[in-house]
Each structure stands twice: as structure tokens, then as C-alpha cells.
């Protein structure tokens, strides 16, 4: 592909996550050969998120493997990578970017990448030594030297996070609670079969639950935490609160440009802002997702960011699509593999394929006869198989789904075998 | 340490010594050979570092799982019977002298 004559000359790109990262590589990989800034705020190259709570939490692989590229990539790119800065103001009449470090950026085309932070709960104590969070880089090292010390885990918030985390203290033996205000773990994300699947695969390598409570106050001595208040119960033992009760996009600096935020960036279904100059994409983007029925949506995951960032790059080099990804994520917790092809949220029915008892199934999630998307738990095929056939806009009844002798394989096949 | 050569679609050979216990992936990430996008990181979710490899080959690689294969069924460029995810192909020392050939593209 080469760049169109529309191509704008300079792109800066706010955010150096996931789909910071992808603009970047997409657009070079298209053809573009104009200039590329790419700011971010932590002082690190750009690097992967998922392994932070799983394999670079447990010691398993270090920064180097975090990285998505070595630092000659970005050279040989000509890629000018801002490390630790932040935009404080967007000038859409002049297209002009300041950032914190005083510098300022013009722009053809602006990119808002900016993610999405902890969720901090304004809690009595929060602020104590020993509450941590699990999102970025520094505060994982902080977390990995605070847990090889800890005694007394709770945590904050039964999501992804906590039960990642949960997984990989308990792998340590370390004794740990979770807090959970909703009745089941996930909630927000998964049916209740996967829920109660999962609780129990947590509760049976010795993790503690307490659902349907809400953290109180976070109590210590000399700074230091020690224990987490529960309302209407006791005082759980802590010299280490992980706090995972999700995120909140960072739409500020778009807000305060003037551009429309209701639960993250607005963007129309091209990714764009209604300024045509600047687009949005991953955490901090709400947009009209054709797998929600077009309903604004905004996801957290590393596949709507990337995905996002490839649609972007297709429209600044001239070949404009709406954007139509399936969305799909996972966890992996301990020896459990959730993965989720499709958005499963307001399904009425489900189906189950394969054992539930024997940790080796899926569930089709149905809203009416219609399949929404399916929960595969320790079925890396499923989920491969479900991503096809949603992104196909195939459907196969529930009947079917439970069927195991029923081919998922040949369902879902894109192409001839 | 075992020594595995990579050839772009373009035919570019890019050669690496990697370590034992790494995977084919992550030794082309971290030396910054082109053709191998590794989306997921290696969780063996996204089917964006699939490779081709030498036929005579397949037999010194780990067997291929269920999850891989039925990835595999998704590659942006076709499948062949040599086709593997390369997060996968955990270098061990019977590897020694792997050929793996990137396909044209990772992703749509």
C-alpha cells in the first residue's frame, strides 16, 4: 500500500500501549513515510501488558521479553519516541500538542491511545504503604517485591486482575482474600457458569471469597497497611491490599479540547473524533460496535487496541473501512485458560459444550436465538473455532453447540481444507 | 546454543543463536526480525507468528497442541502442513540448524 495523497505528513500519537504501539508499526508496515511521534508516560520502550499480571508477575520472563521491540526498531523506523511525557493540552485550531516536558507537537493527524487508569476507590487508608495496583510496569515490580514479602494478602476486586494476581500469590503460598462487592467472580464479563467455574478452581488451591462486600476502610500502624475493614464484617489481616476494581479512561485531555467523552472518547464508527484531525482508539475510545449491535462500547483489551490502531492506519493511508473486529480477550489464572470470543453481556440462554466437572468446556452464550459470543474455559480449539464463526456472522443453534459430535471445526471454516 | 535461521517473505535470512528454554517468537522479537507480529505475545491467541517450517524439520519441534492447530485454521496467509505458530517452538537442542520461512502476511 502506498500513502495516499491525502496522507498526512505528521502523526503523533498520545499513549504508547498496545495500540500506541501498532499505529506505529502498522503505519510503517503501509508504506507511510512521514514523521512519527510517539509520546508516552512511562519511562520504559514500549511494552506488552498481558504477561505483567501473569508471567512477568511470577519472575517467569523479565523486561527484556516484555518489550514489543528493541530500541533499534524505533531508530530504524524513524519513529521519535517521547518517553515519560504527557500531553496537557490539545490546540485543534492550531494542531498543536504541549506537553508536560514544555515541548510542542504539531500534528497532521493526532491519535488519542491514552488508555485508561486504576480505578481508585476513595477509601479511608488507600493511601497507606502496602496498597497496590496491577496495571503498568512500576507498579509490578513494586507489587512482585511487596509479595515475595507479604504475609496477609486481600484483594480488592474479584476481575481479570485480582484473580490473576490471586493465582499467582497462591502459587507462592501466600494466604489470600478477596473482597468482591458483586455476588460472583467476573461478573461484568462472564456468564454465571464461568463464574461459579472459576470461583471454584480458586477456592479449591485455598483462596478465600467474601461476595457482596464492600471494603470499608483500609486500616495500618506507622503508615504501613494492616488490615481491610469489610462493612457490616470483620477486620481482614493485611500487609498487602491489591486494589482491582477496574479503570477509568483517560478522556480528559479530549474532554478539555472540546471533543464529545461519555464513558471514553466519542468516536464514530471510523474511529474518528468529530474533529477530523484527531481519532481514538483502545481503552480510551468509545465506539458504535457492530458485535453490540452498534451500541458505544468501550473495551479493555489488547485486541481492541491493536485492531483499532490497524483501522486507523488503513484510513490516514487512503483505504477508509468501518471498523468491525470481533472483539475477543482472556485470562489465564493459575492453571486456568478463560478466553471469550464475541461480547457476551445481556445473554438470556446458554449452552454448554463439553464438562463442566472436568474444567474442559465452553459456554454459548444466546440472547433469544441469537449467539452473542462464547466462553471457552481450557478449550484453546473452541475458542479459535467461535472467533471464525462470529466474525463470519454464522450462527449455529444451541442444540449444536452442546453437541460435541457436532463440527465446530468445519462450522466456523473460512476456507476450503 | 541452537542456532535457527529465519527467511523473510521477501527472502531476507536473518540467522539467531537462541538460547534454550526461548521461543522461536521471542528471538525474532527481541532482535527485531521483520515478518513475525506476535500480537498476543505468545499466548498462542492471535496466530500472528505463524511460520513455515522445513519439512524434513517438523519432527524436532514440540508437538503441536490442540489450541495451535485449531489457531492455525485462522493464519491471514494460507496454512501448509509445515504451518506453526512460532510462540510455540520452544527452542531445545534438537532444534539446532531449524530453517523456518515467514509467510507473507500476519494478519488481514
Known sequence: MTPGPTSPRRVVILGAGHGGFQLVASLRQGGFDGEIMLVGDEPALPYQRPPLSKDYLSGKIGLDLLLMRPEAFYRDQRVEYLAGCRAT????????????????????????????????????????????????????????????????????????????????????????????????????????????????????????????????????????????????????????????IGVVPNAELAQSAGL??????????????????????????????RHAGGAPTRLEAVQNATDHARCVVDRLLGKERPYTA???????????????????????????????????????????????????????????????????GRQISPEQAADESFDLRAAAATRAP | MPRVTYIAHNGKETILDIAIGTSVMQAAVLNGVDGIVAECGGSCMCATCHVYVTEDQLSHCPEMELGEDAMLDGTASPRQPNSRLSCQLVVSAQMDGLVVRMPEMQTE
Open chain 1, 89 to 244: 493540552k490539545i490546540d485543534r485550531a492550531a494542531r498543536k500538542v504541549r506537553l508536560d516536558s514544555g515541548q510542542t507537537l504539531g500534528y497532521d493527524h493526532l491519535v488519542l491511545a491514552t488508555g485508561a487508569r486504576n480505578r481508585v476507590p476513595p477509601l479511608p487508608g488507600i493511601q497507606l504503604d502496602g496498597v497496590c495496583y496491577l496495571r503498568d510496569l512500576a507498579e509490578t515490580d513494586l507489587l512482585r517485591e511487596r509479595l515475595a514479602a507479604a504475609a496477609d494478602i486481600v484483594v480488592i476486586g474479584a476481575g481479570f486482575i485480582g484473580l490473576e494476581f490471586a493465582a499467582v500469590a497462591r502459587a507462592r503460598g501466600k494466604p489470600v482474600h478477596i473482597v468482591e462487592l458483586a455476588d460472583r467472580v467476573m461478573g461484568r464479563v462472564v456468564c454465571v457458569d464461568t463464574s461459579r467455574y472459576f470461583a471454584a478452581a480458586h477456592r479449591a488451591t485455598g483462596v478465600e471469597f467474601t461476595f457482596g462486600a464492600q471494603a470499608e476502610s483500609i486500616g495500618g500502624a506507622n503508615g504501613k497497611v494492616d488490615h481491610v475493614k469489610v462493612k457490616d464484617g470483620g477486620a481482614l489481616p493485611a500487609d498487602l491490599v491489591v486494589v482491582s
Open chain 1, 260 to 289: 464529545a467523552v461519555a464513558n471514553g472518547i466519542v468516536v464514530d464508527e471510523r474511529l474518528s473524533t468529530a474533529d477530523p484531525a484527531i481519532s481514538a482508539i483502545g481503552d480510551c475510545a468509545s465506539f458504535p460496535c
Open chain 1, 326 to 392: 470481533l472483539p475477543w480477550f482472556w485470562s489465564e489464572q493459575g492453571e486456568q485458560r478463560l478466553q471469550i470470543a464475541g461480547l457476551t453481556n445481556g445473554h438470556d440462554r446458554v449452552a454448554v459444550r463439553g464438562r463442566i466437572d472436568n474444567g474442559d468446556f465452553s459456554v454459548f452464550c444466546y440472547a433469544g436465538d441469537r449467539l452473542l459470543g462464547i466462553e471457552s474455559i481450557n478449550r484453546p480449539a473452541d475458542h479459535a473455532h467461535a472467533r471464525r464463526l462470529l466474525a463470519a
